[in-house]
Nanobody, 121 residues
Framework: VQLQAFGGGLVQAGGFLTLSCAAS????????MGWYRQAPGKQRELVAD???????NYADSVKGRFTVSRDNAKNTVYLQMNDLKPEDTAVYYC????????????????WGQGTLVTVSS
């Protein structure tokens, strides 16, 4: 099972970006999916997550600006980021709790490779 993230880049403050992350491989089922970020010199923090049923949770710093969504048929999670600020600059990682066909009874935690978002002022 692999998670691959796409969509990072350089954007001016006030701009927008959309990140996507797809799970591939022997995926039996996916529970929660989400996005974390890590800025230079800081710890990784939760940005937003979404349950299989669509319930969402956001960090206070991104509420009203970011929207997390998912397409269960495509095993993909998205992060729409609007009104970006320089403090949003970070490497963004997708995360998912997945049961693989190899071990259906085990719910494993998977991370994508990270995608860099840079917001210039």
């Amino acid at each position: 099972v692999q998670l691959q993230a796409f969509g990072g880049g350089l954007v001016q403050a006030g701009g927008f970006l959309t990140l996507s992350c797809a799970a591939s491989g022997s995926t039996f089922s996916i529970n929660g999916m989400g996005w974390y970020r890590q800025a230079p010199g800081k710890q990784r923090e939760l940005v937003a997550d979404i349950t299989k049923g669509g319930s969402t949770n956001y960090a206070d710093s991104v509420k009203g600006r970011f929207t997390v969504s998912r397409d269960n048929a495509k095993n993909t999670v998205y992060l729409q980021m609007n009104d970006l600020k320089p403090e949003d600059t970070a490497v963004y990682y997708c995360n998912a709790h997945i049961r693989s066909y190899r071990q259906i009874s085990v719910l494993d935690n998977y991370w994508g490779q990270g995608t860099l978002v840079t917001v210039s002022s």
